[in-house]
C-alpha cells in the first residue's frame, strides 16, 4: 500500500481490474436443491450482528417493508396490501440492509492512507467490508489520494465544470435503481433545465428491453399482475430467472401458489435451488423437514434459446387448436383484442420442429408436457428476469412471451400477465419519474407547462452511448447518482478508459465501491443517505417514495440515526447541485426555490402530482396504508395503448448465433452473496461455491471434451466482430448446464462483454451470450 501522498507510484496498477483471486481457497461443494431453511437464517442473523450490533439491527429489520417503515434497498419485489408479517424481508434483505445500516465508516484518515491505486488492488467485497462513506472526498488533478472537500466547495465544484462545458450535451447524468422517487424527479429536472436528456440509468443494463418489448405490444412497459395474481393463477412460467437469489421473497409466493396446486415451470439453463424446493423460514415447523416443491417442471433451456421453446411451445398449441378448433386458443380474445394473429400463425407453422429443439435444446416430449400444463391452466402468469433480457434478440424474448400469453387470452384478467421482475427497489419508480434519455413528447410538454421552461428535445445518451461518449470525447463530466457504474457496465476495459478521459467523474454513493477508483481529472465521492438513515432536513423528519415492480407507490422512510453528519440526502445533493448550476443561467432553473424543496418533501411531491399521470393528490393518497397502484390500462380495463390499440402478435426469426467449432456461449450469473454489483461475501450457498468468485460452470462433457478436470484454471476468451478480450484465471466446476453453454460471475466477467454487443432495440449490453473459448491457464 502507499503512504505517500500524491506521489505518484513507478507503475501504475489498473485500478479497475478486478483482482485475481487464491483459487485454492476455493471449495466446490454439490448444488443444493433446497432454498431458504435454517441456512437463511443463520446467515441473516450474522449480517444482522456483524455489520449493525443487535440493537440497530433489530431495530432496523422490524421496520423493513413496514407500514411506517422503510422500503427494503435490496429487489423491487412486492409487499403484501393487506396485513404485513412482523418480519417481512429474506435473507439477501438482510444483507443489504445490514451492510448500509453497518456502523463502520470510512473516515478522512482511511483516504490519507490508502492511495486510489492501493485501493484498486483490493476486491469488491473488501472494499464494500469497509463501510459507510462519512465525508465528501475529492481528487484534485494529477492527486493520488481522495482529500476531504467541504459541501458547499464540492457543489461549486460541480457547477463551475458543467458551466465550463460548450454543449450542455458535454454532461451525463446516471442514476442507479435506488434513487428516490422525488430525488429522481429533482435530479432529471435538473438536468432538463440545465440542457440535456443524458440520463442513463441502471435499467438500461437490465429490465430496458422488457420496457421497449411490452410498450410495443402491449401499450405498457411494465408488469400487468399483482401480488393477488399470483393467488389466482393456474400456472406460472419463470424464464430466466434466479428468484432464489435475486427476490428471495417471491419463492414465499410461489410457496403458496404451489400448496394450492398451481403448476410452476422453471425455464433457465441452469437448474436453481430457488425454484426447486423451499422451506419458508417463517414457518418454524418446517426447518427441519424436505420444504415445499416448487416447480413441477424443469426445462433447462440452453443459453438463449428461449424464442425457440416459446415457438415449440405455440406451434404446439396452434397444432392441437388444429385437431380440436375452438378448444385451445382463446379465438373471441384473440378477435376482440389482438391485432396481428394470421400472420403470427403463418409464420410459426413454417418453423420447423428441428430446429426448435436444436434451438432450444429441450425435447418434442418436455414441450408436450408444458403444453398440457398450459391447456389444463385457465390462467397464467409468466415472470422473468435478466436471463430473458441481456441478449441480442433480448425484445423478441419477451415479444414471444406475449404472443404466448395472448394465444389463450392470459392478460388483463385475475391470475394472468407478463410480470418482469425488476432487480432493484426503485428503479421503475425513477422511470416514471422521467429518468430516461429517451422521454415522451408529452411529458416534455407538461415538464416544460410546469416549469415553464423548454426542455431538450434531442435524445441523449443511454449507459452504451454514454461510455462511447466518454472515450470519444464527446462526454465530458460523468455524475452518477448512486450504483457502481464502472462494475454494472460492459467491457470493463474500455468503460474505465473512457471514465479516465472525464474532466470530473462524481459519484453520489453510500459505500466505496470500484467505481470510485476509477476516475476522471478530477473526481468527488458524495457520501449519501440510504432508506435506513433518518432524513432530518432542518429538523423536520421527511420520508420519501418508491415504486415497485408492480406499479404500487408506497412510503420509505428511515430509521436510524445517520453514522456521520457529514452525510446528506440525495435530495440535498442534488437540489444543491441544481441551485449552484443554475444560477449561473438566468432562466427558470434559477428562480426555483431549491431549498424549499430540499426541506420539505411534500413540495416536491406536489410539483410530481401537477407534472406526471397517477401521482395526483400524491402526498395523501401515499399515506395510505400500502400505498396506491399507479394506473395500469391493460391490467385495470384490457386497454392497449398501442400503435393499433389492441394487443400485437409479432414474428420473430429464430436467433443465430454463429459459433465456431470449440467455442462456448457465456451467460453472466450472480452468486447468493452478491446483490448487483455488491459483493457481500464469497460463497454462492446454492451452487455449492465456496470462498471464490473466478469460476466458470462447464458441462461435464464439454470439459472432457477440452482435457479439463474440476479445479483446473482456464483463461476465457470472448470472440466478436474479429476482436478478442481475455479473462484470466478462472476454475472450472463441471455443472449441470446444457452441453456448449458456461456461466460466469459478473463483475469479474463484464470485462469480456463488448461495447458494441448489445439488444437489437434496446441497447442493452448482452451480457447473457456471449461468445467465447477457453484454454487452459499457463
Ligand atoms: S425480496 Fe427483495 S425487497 Fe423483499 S426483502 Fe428480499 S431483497 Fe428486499
Known amino acids: 500500500m502507499s503512504k505517500d501522498r500524491n506521489t505518484p507510484s513507478k507503475k501504475p496498477k489498473p485500478t479497475w481490474k478486478v483482482p485475481l483471486e487464491d483459487h485454492k481457497a476455493l471449495k466446490i461443494e454439490e448444488p443444493s436443491k433446497l432454498a431458504g431453511g435454517m441456512p437463511a437464517i443463520m446467515t441473516s442473523l450474522s449480517e444482522t450482528t456483524k455489520e449493525m450490533g443487535v440493537l440497530r439491527g433489530g431495530k432496523a429489520l422490524l421496520k423493513a417493508n413496514q407500514q411506517g417503515g422503510f422500503d427494503c434497498p435490496g429487489c423491487a419485489w412486492p409487499d403484501p396490501d393487506d396485513d404485513r408479517a412482523i418480519t417481512e424481508f429474506c435473507e439477501n434483505g438482510v444483507k443489504a440492509i445490514a451492510h448500509e445500516a453497518t456502523t463502520k465508516v470510512i473516515t478522512e484518515e482511511f483516504f490519507q492512507r490508502w492511495s486510489i491505486e492501493a485501493l484498486g488492488q483490493q476486491s469488491d467485497y473488501w472494499l464494500n467490508q469497509q463501510g459507510r462513506l462519512g465525508h465528501p472526498m475529492v481528487k484534485e488533478a494529477g492527486g493520488t489520494h481522495y482529500r476531504p472537500i467541504a459541501w458547499e466547495d464540492a457543489f461549486i465544484k460541480m457547477a463551475k465544470h458543467l458551466h465550463a462545458l460548450e454543449d450542455p450535451n458535454e454532461a451525463i447524468f446516471y442514476t442507479s435503481g435506488r434513487t428516490s422517487n422525488e430525488a ?103 426447518w427441519l423437514g424436505h420444504g415445499t416443491p416448487l416447480a413441477t417442471l424443469f426445462l433447462p433451456v440452453k443459453v438463449n434459446g428461449d424464442v425457440a421453446l416459446l415457438k415449440g411451445l405455440m406451434k404446439e398449441l396452434l397444432e392441437r387448436e388444429e385437431q380440436q378448433p375452438g378448444t385451445i386458443l382463446d379465438t373471441a380474445f384473440i378477435q376482440q383484442y389482438t391485432d396481428g394473429f394470421e400472420h403470427f400463425a403463418r409464420a410459426l407453422r413454417q418453423v420447423s420442429w428441428d430446429d426448435i429443439v436444436e434451438g432450444s435444446g429441450i425435447p418434442r416430449e418436455d414441450i408436450h408436457k408444458a403444453v398440457d400444463l398450459v391447456v389444463n391452466a385457465k390462467s397464467i402468469i409468466c415472470t422473468w428476469a435478466m436471463g430473458m433480457t441481456q441478449h441480442k434478440n433480448a425484445v423478441a424474448n419477451m415479444q414471444e412471451i406475449i404472443n404466448f400469453l395472448l394465444l389463450r387470452g392470459n392478460i388483463g384478467r385475475q391470475g394472468a400477465g407478463p410480470c418482469p421482475v425488476r432487480g432493484h427497489s426503485n428503479v421503475q419508480g425513477d422511470r416514471t ?27 441523449g445518451h443511454d449507459a452504451v452511448r454514454g461510455i462511447k461518449a466518454m472515450h470519444e470525447g464527446r462526454a465530458k463530466v460523468f455524475i452518477a447518482l448512486g450504483g457502481n457504474f464502472l462494475s454494472a457496465t460492459p467491457d470493463t476495459d474500455y468503460t474505465a478508459e473512457a471514465l479516465t478521459r472525464c474532466r470530473l467523474t462524481v459519484h453520489i454513493s453510500t459505500k466505496l465501491n470500484r467505481a470510485h477508483l476509477v476516475t ?39 430509521q436510524l440515526e445517520p453514522v456521520s453528519p457529514d452525510i446528506k440526502s440525495e435530495i440535498y445533493i442534488v437540489g444543491n447541485l441544481a441551485k449552484d448550476t443554475l444560477a449561473y443561467r438566468k432562466g427558470p432553473g434559477s428562480r426555483i426555490n431549491w431549498d424549499h424543496l430540499m426541506d420539505n418533501y411534500d413540495e416536491i411531491r406536489s410539483l410530481i402530482s401537477q407534472t406526471i399521470l397517477g401521482f395526483e393528490n400524491y402526498t395523501k393518497r401515499v399515506q ?124 469479474e466477467a463484464n470485462v469480456l462483454v463488448p461495447i458494441d454487443s448489445v439488444a437489437d432495440k434496446s441497447n442493452t449490453p448482452t451480457s447473457k451470450s456471449i461468445v467465447v473459448t477457453v484454454h487452459r491457464h499457463s
Open 433 to 459: 419519474m422521467g429518468i430516461t434519455e429517451n422521454p415522451a413528447p408529452e411529458f416534455l410538454e407538461t415538464l416544460g407547462k410546469v416549469f415553464d421552461f423548454h426542455p431538450p428535445r434531442q435524445r
Open 624 to 747: 395510505h396504508p400500502g400505498g396506491f397502484y399507479l394506473p395500469n390500462p391493460v391490467r385495470d380495463s384490457r386497454t392497449f395503448l398501442t400503435s393499433t390499440n389492441k394487443a400485437n402478435f409479432t414474428v420473430h426469426p429464430l436467433p443465430k448465433i454463429t459459433r465456431e467449432p470449440g467455442q462456448l456461449l457465456m451467460t453472466t450469473i450472480r452468486s447468493h452473496d452478491q446483490y448487483n454489483t455488491t459483493i457481500y461475501g464469497l460463497d454462492d450457498r446454492y451452487r455449492g461455491v465456496k470462498s471464490g468468485r473466478r469460476v466458470i460452470l462447464m458441462n461435464q462433457a464439454d470439459m472432457e471434451e477440452r482435457g479439463l478436470a474440476k479445479g483446473d484454471l482456464v483463461d476465457i476468451t470472448s470472440h466478436h466482430e474479429g476482436h478478442t478480450r481475455t479473462a484470466e484465471q478462472f476454475t472450472v466446476i463441471p455443472y449441470p448446464i446444457p452441453r456448449t453453454c458456461v456461466a460466469t460471475y459478473f463483475p
Open 520 to 558: 476522471g481529472n478530477e473526481a468527488l465521492i458524495l457520501p449519501a443517505l440510504g432508506r435506513t438513515d433518518k432524513d432530518n432536513p432542518n429538523g423536520n423528519l421527511q420520508y420519501v417514495t418508491t415504486e415497485n415492480t408492480m406499479g404500487i407507490v408506497q412510503a420509505s422512510q428511515g
Open 184 to 286: 429522481a424527479f429533482l435530479y432529471q429536472l435538473f438536468a432538463r433545465m440545465y440542457g440535456t436528456n443524458n440520463l442513463p440509468d441502471s435499467s438500461n443494463m437490465c429490465h430496458e428491453s422488457s420496457s421497449v418489448a411490452l410498450k410495443e405490444v402491449i401499450g405498457i412497459g411494465k408488469s400487468t399482475v399483482t401480488l393477488e395474481d399470483f393467488q389466482h393463477a393456474d400456472a406460472i412460467f419463470i424464464l430466466g430467472q434466479n428468484p432464489g437469489t435475486n427476490h428471495p421473497r417471491m419463492l414465499a409466493t410461489l410457496q403458496q401458489a404451489a400448496r394450492r396446486g398451481c403448476q410452476i415451470v422453471s425455464i433457465n439453463p441452469l437448474p436453481e435451488a430457488g425454484t426447486t424446493r423451499f422451506i419458508h423460514p417463517q414457518e418454524f415447523t418446517t
